[in-house]
């Protein structure tokens, strides 16, 4: 293996609609949409609530952090099963051998 150069990331997944993992691949979706769905809905609400109204929501900001990471850990195995996951370059080409691994 060349300095810099990395194997071609696996091909992305195609998820059948039937089956067990076509099943838990809708629930986990729908948890991802819902949540962004809420998030993007108190903020409105809050922002509203406090700029207008005088009175934000007690607590806004530990439900938003809450749904977040409810949001993040139920999008991880849709990012796995189909490889996109986000790489960094950073220290790309500067090693070689099991360490560029």
Known sequence: MKAGHLPAPPSPVDVAPGGAIGICDL???????????????????????????????????????????IFIFSAFPLVTLRGQHISVAILRGRFSGVWAW
């Open 27 to 69: 629930v986990l979706r729908g948890m991802c949409a819902a949540t962004l769905m809420f998030i993007m809905l108190l903020t409105l609400v809050d922002v509203f609530m406090r700029y207008w109204l005088h009175n934000p929501i007690t607590g806004s900001a530990e439900l938003v952090m809450f749904a977040m990471a």
